[in-house]
């Protein structure tokens, strides 16, 4: 992946409620690394602003100098690259770490990864 340096980059997240810290680590290390540390937001579900994976996440994210940004479900695209259990579980039209860069406004540049059991991310990027 060609990393531009007027380009801004985030990481899109999919995270069970009891998210495993250790793999919400590796996911926002694995996007600073790919972004080549430009990476500025970290984005997920309005819905896990007040569950545990949240409060981890934004703990996390002030910790590597990184804006947590939760979207709310409306705002989410009709559709994403990627297929996912929430689209069975929460009714989400696709993977929510896909949904939430693209409702947000970037174009997902790599594309959803597992990070153990409990997170998925994506990497955006816009400019």
């Known amino acids: 992946m060609v990393v531009i340096a007027d380009e801004t980059y985030a990481l899109g997240l ?34 896990k602003a007040e ?18 940004v939760f979207v709310r479900e409306s705002e989410l695209p009709g559709a994403t690259p990627s297929r996912s259990r929430a689209e069975k579980l929460l009714g989400l039209p696709g993977s929510a770490c896909e949904g939430v860069l693209l409702a947000r406004g970037y174009e997902i540049v790599e594309g959803k990864r597992r990070f153990g059991r409990t997170v998925t991310a994506a990497l955006g990027r816009r400019g």
């Open 14 to 47: 999919g995270m069970r409620r009891r998210v495993d810290p250790t793999e919400l680590r590796a996911a926002l290390e694995w996007g600073l690394d790919r972004s080549q540390g430009r990476l500025r937001e970290v984005i997920t579900l309005h819905r």
């Open 51 to 68: 569950q545990p994976s949240g409060r981890a996440l934004i703990r996390l994210a002030r910790e590597l100098d990184l804006r947590p």
